[in-house]
Structures are given as C-alpha cells and as structure tokens.
C-alpha cells in the first residue's frame, strides 16, 4: 500500500461504511479523505463552508462538527453522520445512489478486461485531466490497454506529487482507489441541477481557467455555471443540454492538460496528527543533482514544544547511485550545530521514492533558519553528498487561523429533509438513473 494507507490504518473503500462520532473513535483511510478533501475544498471555495480540521484518519468531534456544516450547505441534513448523501456530495456513489449501473467504485480491484460503471467511473475521473488524451474518447466501461495506460501515467503523477510509495502498475488497487478519491473530484456521477456538490467545485475551476464561468466557486450547479458547460459543448460540437456526462467530462479534460491533482493544491499527504500551520517546507536539488524531482517536508506536532518532520524525496535514483551500500539519510542541521538524524526507506521502483520522520523529541521545537537535506552516504554516516535541501526560514510553526464559516447557505434546489443513511437518493432527471 502507499504511505496514505500506512498512516492512516485500517483501510477503508471510501464511502463503504457509515460514520459518526463514537467511543471508542472510529479511524480508518476514509475518514482521512473525508476530512483532507474538507479542507481542500474550503481552500478553493469563494466561501469556506467551514473551519479546516486536523487530518488524522480519526472521526472526532471537529470532524463531526465538519459534517455537520457540510451537510446544511448542502442542504442534505443537520447532523454530524457522513453517510450517503455526504459521500454524494464527495462524487462517490454508493447505496441507492450508486451510479452508472455498479457496482460501486471501490468495491473490487480494476485491470485488463474489467467491464462495469465502476470502470466508466475510472475512465470519467481520468478524463477530466490530461489523461484524455490517452483514453482517447468518452468512458465506455471497458478496461482496455488505453485506460491501463491512463492509469499507469496517473499513478506517475500522483506518486510524483506527494503519494508516496504508490506503484505505477495500470491496475486500480486499494492505493490507487484512495490517490484517485484524493487527487481526482469529477466523474462519479452527471451533473445536472439539483446536483451540487466538491464535483461542481471542480468543474466551476476548470471552467472558470478555461474562460467559460466567470462566477463564485460555490460548488452550486446554478444557471451561470449550466451556461458555462453549454457553452463548453456547443464549443466541442456535442449536445448542449447542461448535463455534465462521459462526454463532456472528455471535452473537458481535451482543453484540460493538467495532471491530477493540478489545477487544484495538493493534497498534502503527511504523517498523522495535527499539522502545525502552513509548514510544508520545499526541498530542491542541490546542484550537483539538479537532474531529480525534489521533495517536500511536512512539520507536524509530536508532543507540546516537540516537532516531527516527515521526509519526502520523489524521484531520486537508488542512493547506490553515489557509492557502493549508499542509503538516504534525512538530516536537520539547527543553527547551533546539532543535527536530527533518520533513515529513509525506499519505496522502489518504477519511481523511487524516499519517506521518512525525525522527532525533535525532548529537545524542544526544531527552530526557524534550521536546513533540511537528504543526503547520500554509508549507514550510519552524519556527512554525504547533498541530494535534497531546504530551510525552515519561512516556516514558523503556529497555529492555523481558522476559516470563516458561510452566514448562510446558497440557493439550492430543494431535496427531501432525511436524516444520512435513511434511502432518500439524489433526485434528478429519469433519463439519467445509471449517472
């Protein structure tokens, strides 16, 4: 499995189980995506629906909380339990909402000659980024060798952009089930009005680059943003009739060349536990091996005036490269001179990747203007060639402010007032029962 699913254990198809606040808490990858693409949706909506929250993999209070303003955004509820209309909202269908004829997306591990809704569903979330152009035309259903070679190019890219660990294999596993709920938000069922949700938000950026939406990122499917996709299909020769399926989603992804998850931030894929303010420190190249990627480090609260660092070298070749039983070694070098030392454990081939963690322990925060490197050298060793390097200069660690929350809801169609859970499915067209 990837790191996400490492740290955030047991794993859990997202959408599989209903959630709610309990003793003893519940945890699990779901709640992990639950919360992260929380956040990230209010970091890109006109109006945060909400606080952010820690992303922990643990369904607490705040996350609770969460769910609950989510769900009076939305109009779906005013409670804190995500279970179906909440996953609706996150493009994921399951129950009676499941969409394109099943079985669900998650459900069962994809590969060559796999047929079902939940492969159109693949092929969909592919097709709204630059893998349409390997796809080669609309979502079908059928696993062919070009939706294995779209899946192959997105687990490169998600695996380049922070998920560590995640092999390029062009199968659909549980790893590459949760990269693609984290990195992809468009696909899982038709858009239409009366369907709002983190798809819409999707669509309304991709629109708004594109020139055709010029309004609020609201994740509302009002008139100015059924305007912008007619204007998208009548500009690609297709029906204009506002409905966002299997074709225009591949419209949308031709003029769309970005990678998953751009153009949208990263999701940051860290060590559990509160992360400490926008403190996610950009290593780069040294200049005797510009040729790599890079990598990131994630400062995360170990313990009150103790920090973690969680290490992250994308792309590197295998540290044997600068000498004979070379490993990777993560270093802190604080102004005082005294270092934090960890090994990192390669995740392999088809693209190295490096992760590890230093914990400043009992010696208090790890300060600002300290430099952070991955560096090659024998085991044990405190000095090698320098791979990777970073400051902490810019990288103060307090607190996140927290965000605004909306004094009201937007205009929505109305849906029937149900608690989560209780069978009351999307309403929408009956000519669109399988989206």
Not at 16 to 39: E, M, Y
Not at 264 to 285: D, N, R
Request: negative net charge.
């Amino acid at each position: 499995m990837a790191r996400f699913e490492d740290l955030y254990q047991p794993y859990h198809p997202f959408g599989s189980r209903t959630i709610h606040v309990a003793t003893p808490p519940v945890h699990g990858t779901d709640v992990a995506i639950l919360q992260g693409v929380f956040n990230l949706m209010g970091s890109v909506m006109t109006q945060p629906i909400g606080p952010s929250v820690s992303v922990t993999g643990t369904y607490d209070a705040a996350t609770g909380e969460a769910i609950r303003e989510l769900k009076r955004y939305f109009r779906i509820g005013d409670d804190t339990v995500a279970g179906f209309r909440v996953y609706f909202v996150y493009d994921q269908g399951v129950g009676d909402d499941t969409t394109f004829g099943g079985p669900v997306f998650g459900s069962r591990t994809l590969a060559l000659g796999s047929r079902g809704g939940d492969v159109a569903i693949l092929q969909n979330r592919l097709n709204a980024f630059r893998y349409a152009t390997i796809l080669g035309g609309a979502a079908d259903g059928t696993f062919d060798d070009a939706t294995r070679s779209a899946v192959a190019a997105f687990q490169q890219d998600a695996s380049r952009n922070g998920d560590r660990c995640l092999k390029v294999t062009g199968i659909v596993d549980d790893a590459t089930f949760d990269a693609l709920w984290i990195y992809t938000f468009l696909g899982g069922r038709a858009i239409f009005t009366g369907r709002n949700g983190f798809d819409v938000v999707f669509l309304q950026i991709v629109l708004q680059g594109l020139g055709l939406y010029t309004g609020n990122i609201t994740g509302i499917y009002d008139d100015a943003t059924r305007h912008a996709v007619m204007g998208l299909q009548r500009d690609s020769g297709i029906a204009a009739d506002g409905v966002v399926g299997p074709e225009t989603i591949y419209q949308l992804g031709l003029r769309n060349p970005n990678p998953a998850p751009a153009p949208m931030p990263i999701f940051p894929i860290s060590a559990p536990g509160p992360v400490v303010g926008p403190c996610c420190v950009v290593l780069t190249p040294t200049r005797t091996s510009n040729r790599f990627v890079g990598g990131t480090v994630w400062v995360v609260e170990a313990a009150p005036s103790a920090f973690s660092l969680a290490f992250n070298g994308v792309n590197l070749p295998p540290p044997s490269t600068f000498g004979p039983g070379f490993t990777y070694t993560g270093r802190v070098t604080e102004p005082t001179g005294t270092f934090f030392l960890a090994d990192l454990a390669s995740c392999g081939e088809p693209v190295p990747t490096f992760t590890g963690a230093i914990d400043s322990g009992a010696s208090g925060p790890i300060p600002v203007d300290s430099t952070v490197e991955i560096f090659a050298g024998p085991p044990g060793a405190t000095s090698g060639v320098v791979v990777l390097q970073g400051s902490l200069t810019d990288c103060q660690p307090t607190p996140t402010p927290a965000s605004t929350a909306p004094s009201s809801a937007p205009t929505l169609t109305p849906t029937p007032s149900a608690p989560d859970g209780a069978g009351v499915g999307d309403p929408g067209p009956a000519d669109t029962p399988s989206q």
